[in-house]
């Protein structure tokens, strides 16, 4: 009987989902279903014309009443990319006119540019430059229906995952599965909605590396590879652009542009974390999957290898369980996840280790279990291959009651493997840096992305100037004025919380006024006590003192690497750290919190149920504001 009931109750959501998402797609096209027309061909009023020296296309129509446009299309043939304005007077819903200017971009990559309006329109006029060769042919406006699949499928799986969320009661059972079901879909959707471009931070860099890396000693560059690695793609902005650029992308996917021999098959072990999507790659690549599928293929094996790591460390975690799920299901997380980077590697593996640590440090056991102090270490070391400034947490190691249970011979063991893994770092990172200051070679170590950077130079600048570099360590890392997103302040001026979990880098970031949420509900996470966690062991002024040095020495060289690699010589500031290199520090942080005073009276599914719903909304909003809307539409 309650199986039945269970029965009719999922059919019943599904229907409710459906009929949900269809009256959103009837409401999107309201105006289509409405006032609907197919094309209306203004080319004939195509002119060209001069103005101060400079040709340009000119279309200007006045309509005889208001009309809506949902699209735009243009025609043409332009030699290179190129933005142009679209003059429209809009009459608002209350019948006011008002003049509106929209931007947007031409390119020799297609034929035909989409802009979307979605107004009612009394009169337009567009303006493009005419350099040698180019052509405009047509301009159509449009008010079609058009049934959407990114939305319909946006909708349904985000309204699917939210009923799961309130009404199932396996979601707060076993929250790590609902973690990977819902990072799964999350993590897929931005995948599929990303496109063949670059989205998130440095992702080119991290595509090169992988590709590389899964080509074997012969790396076959073809024309679209070589676009995502020189970051040189066109801007698209519409659906019907994208289905463009996919089909363009899928062509040059095919033309071999040129080959790279590499000296030696064996990698690097800086390059390790690039291995779940060079594997991912190499097997697409062997599907001769066009080039659009083969470059959101290689991003599914970082996005596997993270929530099997991070299903892990929630699974086993005894302090702090649902604020780790509830940061494993950050949207800027996942978001990582989901694209190419070394990071979430870095991230999950560091929180793996850490979570392991705070399990043996506040739940001692009597026996010792020599194999977990060696575990953690490894899950440090493959955390720092890529990332060397994480190393000082290797620190807390030493605390651990299984290594002061060890013997004399366990422990040279140990710290040898240390010492090696150290000693390995300072060779491939430190020693260079150290032996091209000694012999003055100024050109050492700057960012590859060009400025007057240079890690020598700096370090020089840094020794002739101690007190001013101390100071401005000191003051920035204090101070948290630097977290950025991009680089510019359109990018950047956002509250740190937004930029470290609700941050799409390219795509965009939600507003602060979303924090709202997210404050509260990492600090209710953060001070409520867990069920049946009552721990054994409470931190000593030694444990303090240890766990200060190692967090505070991976903050600072955070810190100093920026400085050190990506800030002009000798300026009074500290460029280029983001918000997002302290994720891998966000557990241990907050495992640190005293946890066992009750301070709110929230019963555990309750308390689960919603933490699972503020961040599906968080996400589910960011997703669709950053890549859905005036951008898949």
């Avoid at 269970?6 to 409405?34: F, M």
């Amino acid at each position: 009987m309650i199986e039945a009931i269970k029965k009719h109750k999922r059919i019943v959501a599904a229907v409710v989902i459906l009929i949900l998402t269809a009256i959103i797609e009837i409401e999107c096209n309201y105006q289509a279903i409405r006032h609907g027309y197919t094309d209306l061909d203004l080319s004939e009023y195509i002119t060209e014309k001069n103005s101060l020296g400079t040709e340009k296309f000119v279309v200007s129509y006045a309509f005889p009443q208001k009309n809506y446009i949902k699209q735009i299309k243009l025609t043409g043939s332009f030699p290179k990319e190129q933005w142009f304005k679209i003059k429209v007077t809009e009459v608002n819903p209350f019948g006011k006119e008002e003049e509106k200017t929209y931007s947007d971009t031409v390119n020799g990559w297609f034929n035909d540019y989409y802009t979307d309006i979605s107004a009612n329109v009394t009169s337009l006029e567009i303006e493009i430059d005419k350099p040698k060769d180019a052509q405009l042919t047509g301009v159509v406006c449009s008010n079609n229906v058009e049934i959407n699949k990114y939305r319909i499928l946006f909708f349904v799986m985000a309204f699917s995952m939210l009923y799961l969320a309130v009404f199932e009661k396996k979601a707060s059972k076993k929250p790590e599965r609902f973690f990977a079901v819902y990072a799964l879909i999350f993590g897929m959707l931005i995948i599929f909605f990303s496109q063949p471009v670059k989205n998130s931070w440095d992702e080119q860099v991290h595509f090169q590396n992988a590709y590389r890396l899964a080509s074997g000693r012969i790396v076959k560059w073809t024309e679209a590879a070589v676009d995502i690695k020189d970051v040189s793609s066109v801007k698209c902005n519409t659906k019907a652009e994208y289905a463009e650029l996919r089909k363009y992308m899928d062509e040059k996917g095919k033309e071999l542009l040129y080959t790279e021999e590499k000296e030696t098959l064996i990698p690097s072990y800086t390059v390790l974390a690039y291995v779940p999507q060079a594997l991912f790659l190499k097997i697409g690549m062997l599907l001769h999957l066009p080039f659009s599928v083969l470059y959101a293929f290689g991003k599914v094996g970082n996005l596997i290898l993270f929530i099997g790591v991070m299903y892990c460390a929630i699974s086993i975690a005894k302090k702090k369980k649902l604020l780790l799920m509830f940061f494993a299901m950050m949207p800027t997380v996942i978001f990582q996840a989901s694209s190419y980077t070394y990071d979430i590697v870095v991230l999950s593996f560091i929180t793996l280790a850490c979570v392991m640590w705070a399990n043996e440090m506040y739940f001692p056991r009597k026996g010792v279990e020599t194999w977990k102090v060696i575990a953690m270490v490894l899950l440090f070391t493959i955390g720092c291959f890529s990332k060397a400034v994480y190393i000082p947490l290797l620190l807390l190691v030493i605390l651990l009651p299984e290594y002061q249970k060890m013997s004399n011979k366990n422990k040279i063991f140990l710290w040898g493997g240390i010492a090696l893994i150290v000693m390995l770092v300072m060779m491939t990172f430190v020693l260079p840096t150290l032996t091209s200051t000694v012999a003055r070679d100024l050109s050492f170590g700057g960012d590859s992305r060009g400025g007057d950077t240079g890690s020598v130079r700096q370090i020089i600048s840094m020794v002739k100037h101690p007190w001013a570099s101390i100071k401005l360590m000191l003051g920035s890392i204090i101070q948290l004025d630097n977290f950025r997103n991009l680089g510019y302040s359109s990018a950047d001026n956002y509250f740190f919380g937004n930029l470290m979990f609700l941050n799409f880098a390219e795509a965009g970031i939600l507003s602060d006024k979303w924090s709202v949420l997210l404050v509260p509900m990492f600090t209710i996470l953060a001070i409520c006590p867990e069920a049946n966690a009552d721990p054994h062991y409470k931190l000593k002024l030694w444990d303090k003192f240890v766990i200060f040095v190692s967090v505070f020495g991976t903050i600072f060289m955070i810190w100093l690497a920026l400085y050190l690699s990506f800030t002009p010589v000798g300026e009074n500031e500290i460029r280029g750290v983001q918000a997002r290199y302290y994720l891998p520090l966000i557990y241990m942080l907050f495992a640190l919190l005293p946890w066992n005073k009750k301070c709110f009276d929230f019963k555990r599914e309750k308390l689960i149920r919603a933490s699972l719903c503020i961040v599906q909304i968080l996400g589910w909003v960011l997703m669709y504001q950053t890549m859905i809307q005036g951008r898949l539409v």
